[in-house]
Every structure is written in C-alpha cells, then in structure tokens.
C-alpha cells in the first residue's frame, strides 16, 4: 500500500472550514483514499473515501487532485466535537491488502 | 442498533495473567480485526480473520492469540508472553476482507501492574 503523510497537528477556529491535506504521491491507479478520525478514547470513526472524483457526504468533502498524488479533507463547519486525529489511509480493494493507520493528524477546533 | 462491542472498557491486571478481551459484532460482517494502540501513536494490526474458522497474523501477534468460532465473536487473548501489554485495544470488523470501510469498537484499556 502507498504511504501517506499528514502534518503532525492543525488549529482551525470554531465555525470555519478545516482543510487537512494527505499527500500519497505513490498511490496506484487501483488505490483508493480513505478517511479517519478518532477522538481521544475511541475507536476510529470513517468519515469518507474516493478513488479520484470529489467526494461529499454529510460529514465532509474529499478533493483529490488530478494526478491522485495528493488529497485534502474538508470539514466546512468545524465545531468543537471535531477535535480529533484525522488518518489518512489509501488501500486497494484486492484481498489481502490492510487499512494501515499511521501517525495522523492531530487537528484542534479551538473557540 | 447494528455494531461493534467490546468489553471489557477497562481492565487491569497483574504481570504474569492471560486476559482475554472480548468482540462482538451484529452487522454480519465476514473480516473482523484487532489493534493496538500506544498512547500518541496509530493503530497496529495483531491478527485478522476473513472468515469463520480462520485468521491470520498481523504485524505483531507475537504473545497474542484469537480465535474465531462464530462469525459474531472474535475474542483476543494477550498471553503472559506478551513483553509490554499495556495498551489501548480496538476490535474492528467490515463486510468482507476486499472492501468496504471499517467499523470499529469503543476500544479496550489494559493496564498490567
């Protein structure tokens, strides 16, 4: 599986957009990008996943570039609840192949 | 609801002791796993199972077993083998090995005094 980086930590005010990048420049054209999170004490929580078009669903947007070499996570409204470790994980769906969970991001929405 | 349970949330033990920890699922999932988790650090795969009857080991099972009988249950034992158990464990399941996302338990704290 392609590895991904994150940045260690991220601010982001109350009601403002978070944008948490993921940059996966050996991705495979099979590999799709998924999303994490998990808040302290609990288990990880899927937000969403895409293999190269945009994605939206009720929690977040995913944007991947053109050439999949990277991604940014949205979260339009940060509220406070959103205070958590973003991961980045991009997989393939062929038997055998593991969801890895790295380091992540640890992102802070602050009042 | 449909979802993961683990239990116990938290557990302490004395050096030496098996503990088993528990998971069960009602999605009808076929792909159950299980990690470790150290305090500031990501997830780390300890076995996996694709189906009833079978499982595999992850990147480090050693002093770890599982055993998977029924395909709502899938319980960790962590053997007195294991150097430093102390952690936060998470029970994780998904419709099948290949695909699909993963839902995940509330996790297991074992503390070993």
């Known amino acids: 599986d392609a590895k991904t980086t994150q940045p260690p930590s991220m601010d982001c005010a109350e009601g403002r957009a978070a944008n948490l990048p993921c940059n996966h420049s050996?991705?495979?054209?099979?590999?799709?990008v998924y999303w994490y999170r998990q808040i302290h004490s609990q288990g990880p929580q899927y937000i969403i996943h895409?293999?190269?078009n945009n994605e939206t669903n009720e929690m977040a947007s995913l944007i991947i570039t053109e050439d999949r070499k990277s991604s940014t996570l949205i979260l339009p409204h940060a509220t406070l609840r959103d205070t958590a470790v973003y991961y980045c994980?991009?997989?393939?769906?062929?038997?055998?192949?593991?969801?890895?969970f790295g380091g992540g991001t640890r992102l802070m929405v602050k009042p | 609801d449909g979802g993961i349970t683990q239990s116990p949330k938290y557990l302490f033990r004395k050096e030496g002791q098996n503990v088993t920890l528990s998971c069960e699922q009602n999605?009808?999932?076929?792909?159950m796993y299980w990690y470790r988790q150290d305090p500031g650090q990501g997830l780390r795969l300890i076995y996996y199972?694709?189906?009833?009857?079978?499982?595999q080991k992850g990147d480090i099972a050693e002093g770890y077993s599982v055993s998977r009988e029924k395909k709502e249950s899938f319980p960790l034992t962590v053997t007195s083998a294991q150097k430093n158990p102390t952690a936060f464990y998470l029970c994780?399941?998904?419709?099948?090995?290949?695909?699909?996302?993963?839902?995940f338990g509330e996790g297991s704290r074992l503390t070993v005094l």
């Open positions: 895409g293999l190269k």
């Open positions: 994980i991009v997989r393939s769906n062929n038997a055998g192949n593991m969801l890895t």
């Open positions: 999605l009808n999932h076929d792909a």
């Open positions: 994780a399941s998904r419709r099948d090995h290949s695909a699909g996302e993963l839902f």
């Open positions: 050996t991705i495979s054209g099979n590999e799709y």
């Open positions: 199972s694709q189906i009833v009857n079978d499982f």
